[in-house]
């Protein structure tokens, strides 16, 4: 059974930084692409980052770029998502989650998902 669990996440202040990881099991890791998604109350499920199966392709989401970096080291079976410069805005739940294709894009099926890790930036 594929699990992916979510760590990382925590209090910071605005300008901080936080590096969330999501390690997998049960599943050929390299196979996938990973992405990271994240969902603030009340609103919808948004798409932060995205990495491909060899980790050479990356995509952000247009509230991230510059600011957050997704990275995967398949070795370690485990993905990034390195976040600095962080704004009240970016606090949410982030969850990782895994895509049978080759490329992790907003509009990929995604087959499995992490429980989530909460970030929460305070000004």
């Known amino acids: 059974q594929v699990q992916l669990v979510d760590s990382g996440g925590g209090s910071v202040q605005a300008g901080g930084s936080l590096r969330l990881s999501c390690t997998a099991s049960?599943?050929?890791?390299?196979?996938?692409?990973m992405a990271w998604f994240r969902q603030a109350p009340g609103k919808e499920r948004e798409f932060v980052a995205g990495?491909?199966?060899?980790?050479?392709?990356?995509l952000y989401g247009d509230s991230v770029k510059g600011r957050f970096t997704i990275s995967r080291d398949n070795a370690k079976n485990t993905v990034y998502l390195q976040m600095d410069s962080l704004k009240p805005e970016d606090t949410a739940v982030y969850y990782c989650?895994?895509?049978?294709?080759?490329?992790?894009?907003?509009?990929?099926?995604?087959?499995?998902w992490g429980q989530g890790t909460h970030v929460t930036v305070s000004s």
């Open positions: 989650a895994a895509s049978r294709t080759s490329r992790a894009t907003p509009l990929s099926e995604y087959n499995y």
């Open positions: 049960g599943h050929t890791f390299s196979n996938y692409a």
């Open positions: 990495v491909g199966r060899n980790g050479v392709i990356k």
